[in-house]
């Protein structure tokens, strides 16, 4: 598992692409406005992506998504870190301790997961590596928790994010598959299903 960030409670300076000094912090309450609103246009970026028109944006998402995020987040001893620029927000990684699930035990090698959850950097400072230094700030924190392994996803059709996470030591574990399924009748003459009515 790749891991090489410095104590990430502590704000850091770092990286290329700009004379500011991008610092990586802890979420502070006074960031639940542009947490919420960074998730709008990460929902967003992936709906724009989305062929199969699953993925919706519905009214007040952000905020919707910061009520149920936030408390599960501090739940699974995770943390949101916000890149800051000037002052100003321009980025957030989202990660936290992924809980025990019996059958995952069963079925993966023992030790603590980590999960990194949500991962945005705005548009007009991208291929900066703000998101690197992001996700090595994620890596570094659930080092310290005791995660042995992290998990991610992504979206397939987001290749952009995909190639980050390869470049920087990603496999890929696992493929989300859908298929939307017709309503069953029970007048079905194929016999492949007919138990149920269609009233
Ligand atoms: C994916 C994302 C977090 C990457 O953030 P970032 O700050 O651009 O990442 P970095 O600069 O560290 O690295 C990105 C790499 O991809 C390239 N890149 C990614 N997005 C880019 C963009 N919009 N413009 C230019 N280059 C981009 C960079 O050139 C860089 O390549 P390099 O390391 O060879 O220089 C950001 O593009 C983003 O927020 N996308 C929308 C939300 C999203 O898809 N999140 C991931 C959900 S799984």
């Given at each position: 598992m790749p891991s090489r960030s410095s104590r990430t409670g502590h704000p850091r300076t770092a990286r290329r692409g700009s004379a500011d000094p991008l610092r990586i912090r802890r979420y502070r309450p006074g960031d639940r406005a542009f947490y919420a609103r960074s998730i709008e246009r990460l929902q967003d970026h992936l709906r724009a992506l989305?062929?199969?028109?699953?993925v919706q944006r519905p009214p007040g998402f952000g905020a919707r998504y910061a009520r149920v995020a936030l408390p599960l987040i501090r739940r699974y001893h995770g943390r949101i870190l916000v890149a800051e620029r000037d002052g100003r927000p321009v980025g957030f990684v989202a990660a936290y301790v992924r809980p025990r699930n019996r059958m995952r035990d069963l079925e993966l090698r023992p030790g603590r997961h980590g999960f990194v959850m949500d991962l945005y950097v705005a548009p007009s400072v991208r291929g900066q590596g703000i998101g690197t230094a992001l996700l090595r700030a994620a890596e570094g924190f659930l080092a310290e928790r005791g995660c042995v392994r992290l998990f991610l996803d992504v979206f397939a059709p987001n290749g952009r994010a995909h190639s980050l996470y390869r470049r920087l030591g990603y496999t890929d574990f696992g493929i989300l598959m859908t298929a939307a399924v017709a309503r069953p009748r029970a007048t079905d003459r194929s016999g492949r299903y007919s138990g149920r009515s269609s009233k």
């Open positions: 989305d062929r199969t028109g699953m």
